[in-house]
Nanobody
Framework: QVRLVESGGGSVQAGGSLRLSCVAS????????MGWFRQAAGKRREGVGG????????GVSDSVRGRFTITEDNAKHTMYLTMNNLKPEDTAVYYC????????????????????WGQGTQVTVSS
């Protein structure tokens, strides 16, 4: 059974930092796309960033570029989202997602590409 489990969310003040983790079990993402998404209250879920696990090619959305970074530890089957200079508009539930690369036709930052989803972790940024 595939599971993705996020952790690391919390409450911070604007300008602060957090690092989210996403651990995959029951699944070896050696040739996959993986991504981070978020959904703020009353809004649609949006892509934050993602990458291809075999090539390492990655990207982030315009709204977080220069502040958020995606990294991974392949030995631990873990993906990270390091968030710096957080803003109140970053407040959302953050989800990680994954899929075999054959399914990633829309790219890793498009939710249509992903099959497996975590349960989400809340990030709250206060001004």
């Amino acid at each position: 059974q595939v599971r993705l489990v996020e952790s690391g969310g919390g409450s911070v003040q604007a300008g602060g930092s957090l690092r989210l983790s996403c651990v995959a079990s029951g699944y070896t993402p050696s040739n996959s796309c993986m991504g981070w998404f978020r959904q703020a209250a009353g809004k649609r879920r949006e892509g934050v960033g993602g990458f291809y696990t075999r090539t390492g090619v990655r990207g982030v959305s315009d709204s977080v570029r220069g502040r958020f970074t995606i990294t991974e530890d392949n030995a631990k089957h873990t993906m990270y989202l390091t968030m710096n200079n957080l803003k109140p508009e970053d407040t959302a539930v953050y989800y990680c997602a994954a899929a075999p690369v054959d399914h990633c036709v829309w790219g890793p930052i498009d939710q249509r590409s992903h099959i497996y989803w975590g349960q989400g972790t809340q990030v709250t940024v206060s001004s």
